[in-house]
């Protein structure tokens, strides 16, 4: 099995799993630089505002990995919509994939607009991080509009194996940002100097215009996702809408639940104070950059493996399976040592933080390295392998199971009672994933996954 595996990482099937793979990891780098971004221009400002940024950052997290929860149902039926040559059907399964995006964006952008402060204060108790952190939030919660069109966009053009398109306009989404932030945050060209608050209206912007200039290039095209009001009303029939709940609930639900478990993490390390608050933010965004290859190779298997199981080549599926899990192991070995080689030279570009919070982001960054290893698997079977199935179920309890049940408690003891230094309790953030390693390869070998949704 081993060898049949090993053979689909040469020849036709690796060519197409990198020319999805490349341009989904390209579209995360960017995305993840949005905030790595404005990390880095606060950081020349202080710690304070390094420290919201994070919990800010750390708040849209959640909500963005909601709305991928949601943009699953879509993904799933859309993936092997396509490998069955229904081609209505992906142009369908994008538009209710739109429709329950924006219901998501409403919620989520009222939470982020009407309550900012709480959402800020379930980190930290410092009034200075919760100000500047709610003024961030406020702001960006309309950006949950432009993120939800985007997310839902990218679902079809995925399917259909033209995950480059949206990725290009994420790159100006991403150009602007980062001319917007350097004008706002330090007052150029005339405007005043405006700090954090600045880097939320580059965010909010940039997003606007990123969305407005992908629909306006696939509706000028007659794009098959280009889709009407005629084709939003059709696909809000009940039926529809259930068997898309069905598959988005559980999968939102478990989104839901790991990020805030992130979230919680996030907090269990900012009782330590704004320094380890500071280096927790400045190796979040690391961290996205760096999975972002893996990412993609994980989203483009769940692609190729559903048009697989569309087409009930079973079999194929299932060698597929094992082959972009090797291969995403391989990838993560390479990427942690290389970014152990730079990790001097990224570390350098944080000026504005203090002599003991570098010291402790050092310890983060080693930590990190080990993690993103321990991380390959488990990402792979769960997103590219066992959700193209519409194994859901299981990936929910098992999340559930390893983030709420062991990884969380035992790092709220350590840190709370047993008071582990710093760098320990950020290992510990690692535990999970040992615990899914396991689980994932037990329940891919055993094949109850594999299944045709769109039969």
């Not at 793979?21 to 790595?36: D, E």
């Not at 950052?57 to 879509?74: D, N």
């Not at 606007?208 to 280009?226: F, P």
């Not at 080689?341 to 960054?365: C, G, M, P, V, Y």
Request: glycine share 8%; charged share 10%.
């Amino acid at each position: 099995m081993l060898s049949l595996a090993l053979s689909h990482l040469r020849g036709e099937f690796l060519r197409r799993l990198l020319l999805i793979a490349l341009p989904i990891a390209l579209q995360s780098m960017l995305f993840s630089s949005r905030s790595l971004v404005d990390i880095l221009m606060l950081g020349q400002l202080g710690e304070l505002e390094v420290a919201a940024m994070g919990i800010a950052g750390k708040a849209l997290f959640v909500a963005v990995i909601m709305l991928f929860g949601v943009s699953t149902g879509g993904a799933l039926l859309t993936a092997q919509y396509w490998g069955a040559g229904n081609r209505e059907g992906v142009k369908q399964g994008t538009a209710l994939t739109w429709v329950m995006s924006t219901i998501t964006a409403v919620i989520l952008g009222c939470v982020f607009f009407w309550m900012p402060e709480k959402v800020i204060g379930l980190a930290t108790q410092s009034p200075g991080v919760i100000t500047l952190g709610a003024k961030y939030l406020a702001i960006t919660s309309f950006s949950m509009f432009a993120m939800a069109w985007v997310i839902s966009m990218a679902v079809g053009l995925r399917a259909m194996h033209q995950p480059g398109v949206s990725t290009f306009f994420s790159a100006i989404g991403i150009g602007l940002n980062i001319f917007l932030n350097w004008v706002l945050i330090f007052g150029k060209f005339g405007f005043s100097e405006m700090g954090i608050v600045g880097a939320a209206w580059a965010t909010l912007i940039s997003g606007l215009v990123e969305v407005s200039l992908l629909y306006a290039y696939l509706y000028s095209r007659k794009h098959l996702l280009a889709f009407t009001t005629k084709t939003l009303i059709a696909v809000c029939e009940w039926q529809r809408v259930k068997r898309f709940l069905s598959l988005s609930l559980p999968t939102t639900f478990n989104h839901l639940a790991w990020s805030s478990g992130i979230f919680v993490y996030h907090a269990i390390i900012g009782q330590a104070g704004v320094e380890g608050l500071a280096a927790l933010s400045i190796m979040t965004p690391i961290e996205s950059l760096s999975l972002a290859m893996l990412i993609g190779i994980s989203n483009a298997s769940a692609v190729l493996i559903g048009n697989q199981l569309g087409a009930n080549n079973m079999e194929e599926a299932y060698q597929q399976a094992w082959a972009v899990s090797i291969f995403n192991l391989l990838c993560s070995i390479i990427l942690a040592i290389g970014m152990l080689l730079i990790q001097d030279s990224i570390l350098d570009l944080f000026s504005a933080i203090s002599s003991d919070t570098r010291e402790l982001a050092e310890h983060f960054f080693v930590v990190l390295a080990v993690s993103i290893v321990l991380k390959s698997i488990p990402m792979t079977m769960i997103v590219g392998v066992l959700r193209a199935g519409g194994d859901i179920r299981f990936c929910l309890y098992q999340d559930l199971i390893a983030q709420w049940a062991i990884g969380i408690p035992v790092t709220a003891f350590c840190a709370l009672v047993l008071k582990l230094p710093l760098e320990w309790i950020y290992a510990l953030l690692a535990l999970e994933e040992v615990i899914k390693w396991f689980g994932s390869t037990i329940r891919v070998r055993s094949k109850a996954w594999m299944n045709n949704l769109v039969a």
